[in-house]
């Protein structure tokens, strides 16, 4: 039944070339392996990935769930959807479902997941209850997905909730959500995390500060960018990881020109991240003339921007130097 619901919906796909249809192919053979258990989801998960087929994958699943009753089925599927669901309309309702399941967590796990791929602002009610759940990993796969989701209208929460946060790791990543959502009324709330006996909040606080622009988040950056120790103004860089580069660059500019490759490399990097592209370019080029050991910095830090070859060789033909 499973194999025939998967052919029934990939076969339902417009015309398509004959390269795609053989990856089309080698997607629905990933996916019916399911079925006699000779891969496992992470397998197929990462296979469907290779391959690119993402939206084709989501949507045979998605098509097959409709007639699916079987719950080790179901269940699988939800795992590969966890790894690599695209958007789907119909995907929300059945993910919505199985993040509100309270009797198989490792379903609502996956249910969380998906709807942190899904990125729809109306997820954003469902999350939010959650981040008080009294089951750690619910707590912590919710304020993921509300961070995923980019809605500025779960700082509030994401806030609140680190507050009241027992575990370290998952206060300190609802606190740098709130600083990646962008909600500059929450700065307030964050200040006053910085006087926190934990040094994990009062270093998360101080990011998400320097995140959303505010001046006691750049005040303390100052002090470690300016510091003779490599180690702290290393650490003054990464307060602006995941920081728009229009908010970063005032600061970290002027770090291009270290003397330490490590901090020069790293602060193009956080830089290229934030949406500066022509420093994507910057990096290529100085690890093409860099020596064999600070090319291993600069690649490093490239090995985060996932480019492709025909990326770095566009870049270094545009500088003439391929």
């Known amino acids: 039944m499973l194999r025939r619901a998967l052919f029934t919906a990939l076969l339902t796909l417009a015309p398509i070339a004959s390269a795609a249809k053989d990856k089309v192919g080698e997607t629905r053979l990933a996916l019916a392996s399911l079925e006699d258990g000779s891969m496992s989801p992470t397998q197929v998960a990462n296979r469907i990935s290779f391959l690119g087929t993402e939206a084709v994958a989501t949507n045979a ?3 097959a769930l409709r ?3 079987d719950t080790r089925m179901r269940n699988a599927f939800f795992e590969v959807l966890a790894q690599i669901a695209t958007p ?3 995907l929300l309702g059945p993910a919505t479902i199985a993040a509100r399941t309270t009797d198989d967590l ?10 942190g791929r899904l990125k729809d602002p109306k997820s954003v009610p469902v999350l939010t209850p959650m981040l008080s759940d009294k089951v750690l990993g619910v707590r912590r796969e919710s304020a993921k997905a509300l961070i995923a989701i980019r809605s500025a209208k779960a700082a509030r929460e994401l806030l609140a909730a680190a507050k009241t946060e027992d575990d370290p790791e998952t206060r300190a990543l609802m606190i740098l959500g709130v600083g990646k959502l962008g909600d500059a009324k929450q700065a307030k709330g964050l200040e006053s995390l910085l006087e926190s006996s934990s040094e994990s909040t009062r270093l998360a606080a101080t990011q998400a500060l320097c995140m959303l622009g505010q001046k006691k988040g750049f005040d303390a950056a100052k002090v470690l960018l300016a510091s003779k120790e490599r180690y702290e103004r290393l650490q003054g860089v990464m307060l602006f990881e995941g920081a728009p580069s229009k908010v970063a660059a005032p600061l970290l500019t002027p770090m291009l020109g270290d003397a330490e490759v490590q901090v020069k490399a790293r602060a193009g990097r956080v830089l290229a991240q934030g949406g500066d592209g022509r420093l994507i370019e910057w990096l290529v080029l ?5 020596s064999i050991d600070d090319r291993l910095v600069y690649e490093t830090e490239l090995e ?3 480019l492709t070859d025909d990326q770095r060789t566009g870049i270094l033909k545009k500088a003439g130097l391929k």
């Open 67 to 69: 007639q699916l009753v």
């Open 286 to 290: 100085e690890s093409y003339k860099a």
């Open 61 to 63: 699943m998605v098509f």
């Open 304 to 306: 985060q921007l996932r």
């Open 106 to 115: 490792g379903y609502r796990m996956n249910g969380l997941r998906v709807l």
């Open 88 to 90: 789907h309309p119909e």
